[in-house]
């Protein structure tokens, strides 16, 4: 007589366990944001330049400084995230990101524009910590890559249904730009509207009903290793300019507005389909070895940029760079992650965050300085020293512990 086969086992058992509830609802929540960032992204420098009359200096300075902005406040939001409720900070971060984008549809001269970079920036900077430390809680060291990697994923896909979105209304609208900063408005508030699916697993009272004591992270408390993976990492940053100048320069090639918004959706389905492969990747192998090949990818797409002459180059450029941002990304917070306990993780990815973005506007600021006519000196410069460091970043880090 025989047995009958087992039962299979409920969904809820088949799911990974790295795939919380959390990790769901924030992808989704990242692809309407992101959807709604860079539908207005990719045409935003000739925006500014073209119709708005600003420089190009003007241009990687607004960048620079929306980013030093929102170093700030990831500083400060990740200090917050280990004391009170993280939902109430997410769902203000996405706020002010749909606010930023409001603002920008009202622009009439580009100092409107700074402004609303600024609060864009603000908003990215408040929610990014108390986000990514809700998307590890409960998660093991050796899941955390795909729990970022998916993230990542599902972010960038929205870099990427953007742009063609705004390439198809762009061609629908008679090739006007002002319709679609508007248009851009209606993700970005669905995104705020889905931070209410966020569970923060914390209690807000103890035991016996009293309200639960925030506890204060002394920078000083984080470990060792974390400071030193920090500061190289802080380091690249400071050749890491912003890619509205990458993309000012692929239009200065010759490519058309359409062009521009094509070559960059092209860069983020590349993104996108390598940012799970690269994190579960840095869940098998040592992460400084997968970021140092990012560091690689960015050589070649800053090195690329710097010596092609064809339009149709950008094409097979930015698609190699989008390796780049797939290995060290995500890869990059799994990395910090790793470092430091549950306790602080908001803090510790706040500061890190914080410190590359300050490192993001240096960058900003001389790039833009520098960029001359056509900005081939820093991208040449910039694609040199990435390569020299993603030679060095293995052995420098060989010492640090970390789990895997």
């Known amino acids: 007589m025989t047995e009958p086969a087992p039962a299979s086992p409920p969904p809820a058992a088949r ?5 919380t509830r959390n990790v769901k609802v924030l992808c989704g929540v990242s692809f309407l944001q992101d959807a709604a960032s860079e539908l207005l992204y990719p045409i935003l420098p000739i925006f500014l330049t073209v119709v708005l009359g600003a420089p190009p200096a003007a241009v990687g300075a607004i960048e620079g400084l929306a980013e030093g902005a929102a170093s700030i406040t990831k500083v400060a939001s990740g200090r917050l995230a280990d004391r009170f409720a993280r939902r ?5 971060g996405y706020g002010l990101a749909a606010v930023g984008k409001l603002l920008i549809a009202l622009a009439t001269a580009w100092p409107l524009v700074l402004i609303a970079r600024v609060t864009d920036r603000l908003g990215k900077g408040l929610r990014g910590a108390p986000r990514d430390a809700l998307l590890v ?13 998916l993230h990542r994923a599902a972010d960038t896909a929205g870099a990427v249904v953007g742009p063609l979105v705004g390439l198809i209304l762009y061609e629908a609208l008679d090739h006007r730009l002002r319709p679609l900063f508007w248009i ?20 807000r009272r103890t035991a016996d009903g009293t309200p639960t004591k925030a506890v204060r992270t002394p920078w000083r408390s984080l470990p060792r290793p974390y400071w030193r993976v920090l500061g190289v990492l802080l380091a690249f940053n400071l050749v890491n300019f912003p890619d ?45 070895l997968v970021f140092a090949a990012g560091l690689v990818f960015f050589a070649i797409g ?21 390796g ?9 917070k799994a990395w910090i992650s790793t470092l430091v306990p549950d306790h602080q993780q908001g803090t510790a990815q706040g500061l890190y965050q914080g410190a590359t973005g300050a490192a993001v506007l240096v960058a900003g600021l001389w790039a833009g300085l520098a960029w001359g006519a056509d900005g081939q000196l820093p991208l040449l410069l910039s694609g040199s020293i990435a390569l020299a460091l993603a030679g060095a970043l293995p052995a420098v880090t060989r010492s640090q512990t970390e789990a895997l």
Do not use: K, M
């Open 184 to 203: 851009a408005v209606i993700p970005a508030v669905a995104s705020v509207a889905l931070v209410a699916a966020v569970r923060d697993p914390r209690p």
């Open 324 to 332: 780049f941002a797939a290995c060290t990304d995500g890869v990059g």
């Open 88 to 92: 109430p900070l997410i769902g203000a």
């Open 137 to 149: 809680e409960g998660v093991p060291n050796g899941q955390r890559g795909r729990v970022f990697g």
């Open 302 to 322: 800053y090195l690329g940029l710097g010596l092609i002459h064809a339009p149709w180059a950008v094409f097979v450029v930015l698609p190699l760079y989008g």
């Open 244 to 288: 509205a100048l990458l993309l000012l320069h692929a239009h200065d090639l010759g490519l058309s507005t359409a062009g521009v918004v094509g070559a960059y959706a092209v860069y983020n389905l590349a993104y996108a389909a390598l940012s799970y492969p690269a994190g579960a990747l840095s869940d098998r192998l040592p992460r400084p």
């Open 15 to 19: 799911r990974p366990a790295w795939l």
